[in-house]
């Protein structure tokens, strides 16, 4: 589910490159000002949950402006950093390591599973791309799409 994420955050970077920069920085009122923040929020929440809290190492994380993203190139380097450690720890997960429970730090006395981690990331990832088809449609943009089925089809 995870590279399904990957997948599509990859299409709407795509997407936000074509876009005129002052589109995708306009305060549009929505969960996050802009839809470069809404993107890099979410971005950031894959990275906290699992760069950092699955691997109990949340103290080190630090929460990156969105105002520093000042092109679309910055912000393909972010992606391309926090997938990368993604999917190098996707890689040797096992099933012992999905049952693992770790604390959240705005929930500590809750203990969650790993694997409920990574359920959570592309749900809060899905609900954001939500968010951004909307915003997307305000303005006669039509958003990218991948089905699961295509997306599973392409990666067996």
């Given at each position: 589910?995870?590279?399904?994420?990957?997948?599509?955050?990859?299409?709407?970077?795509?997407?936000?490159?074509?876009?005129?920069?002052?589109?995708?920085?306009?305060?549009?009122?929505?969960?996050?000002?802009?839809?470069?923040?809404?993107?890099?929020?979410?971005?950031d929440a894959e990275d906290l949950m699992i760069n950092y809290i699955v691997?109990?190492?949340?103290?080190?994380?630090v929460s990156q402006d969105c105002r520093k993203f000042l092109n679309i190139?910055?912000?393909?380097?972010?992606?391309?950093d926090v997938e990368k450690d993604v999917d190098a720890y996707l890689k040797?997960?096992?099933?012992?390591?999905?049952?693992?429970?770790?604390?959240?730090?705005?929930?500590?006395?809750?203990?969650?599973?790993?694997?409920?981690?990574?359920?959570?990331?592309?749900?809060?990832?899905?609900?954001?791309?939500?968010?951004?088809?909307?915003?997307?449609?305000?303005?006669?943009?039509?958003?990218?799409?991948?089905?699961?089925?295509?997306?599973?089809?392409?990666?067996?």
């Amino acid at each position: 589910m995870i590279q399904y994420t990957h997948a599509v955050r990859r299409k709407y970077l795509k997407m936000l490159g074509e876009l005129p920069w002052d589109e995708v920085v306009k305060d549009r009122g929505a969960s996050q000002p802009s839809i470069r923040d809404i993107f890099l929020h979410a971005l950031d929440a894959e990275d906290l949950m699992i760069n950092y809290i699955v691997k109990c190492k949340n103290e080190k994380w630090v929460s990156q402006d969105c105002r520093k993203f000042l092109n679309i190139h910055q912000i393909e380097g972010r992606v391309d950093d926090v997938e990368k450690d993604v999917d190098a720890y996707l890689k040797k997960l096992t099933k012992r390591d999905l049952d693992r429970k770790v604390a959240l730090p705005w929930r500590p006395s809750f203990l969650s599973r790993v694997e409920d981690v990574l359920v959570n990331v592309a749900i809060e990832d899905a609900y954001h791309m939500g968010e951004l088809i909307a915003l997307m449609w305000q303005f006669d943009k039509e958003p990218p799409f991948l089905s699961w089925s295509a997306f599973a089809e392409q990666n067996p």
